[in-house]
């Protein structure tokens, strides 16, 4: 698992667009975003994911930043959820939890094989810059709190 200041480990998914992702490729343009999401079942990460769609557009248009969620499903389901919860963010399928290992984990529950929910803001060098693991699946980073540690030259806006 990076922690921060560690170099983020590559990956590459397929995404609810029909195209293969790659983490290096997102850093190519920008600082990433990476969310590791349980599944589609789960109702947190669509509450999480639902802020990241609100702020993606502000974020790639005026920081060059990709958001990157990886949920660990396979794509029929994730792209089901990207619409269900009409989504303007491209999820990505993460069926045997390869990514999610490298990052939060995986764990096995009554759902199957679910990653372990996270947050990493990953800047242009590949850097981990923040790093937060769900003590609880409930207990998530929110798109515009992101936002704002980015425009905050990866501070916290809300101390000091």
Known sequence: MPDVG????????QSTAGESVSLSETLDSG????????????SFCA??????????YDLWFN???DVLPVVTDSVGPVTEMRDRY???VQLLADPDGEAAEKYSGTEQ??????????????DEDGVVRYE???????????????????RNDYEDPFEG
Do not use: K, M
Request: glycine content about 8%; some cysteine; proline content about 4%.
């Open 6 to 13: 560690d170099d983020a480990p590559d990956f590459e998914l």
């Open 31 to 42: 600082p990433t975003v990476v969310l590791v999401n349980r599944g589609h079942w789960c």
């Open 47 to 56: 509450e999480q994911l639902q802020t990241f769609s609100e702020v993606s």
């Open 63 to 65: 920081e060059g930043v």
């Open 86 to 88: 009409d989504l303007d």
């Open 109 to 122: 529950t009554s759902h199957g094989l679910t990653g372990i929910a996270a947050t990493y803001v990953i």
């Open 132 to 150: 937060q693991v769900a003590d609880h699946p409930a207990d998530r980073t929110y798109g515009n709190w992101v936002r704002y540690f980015i």
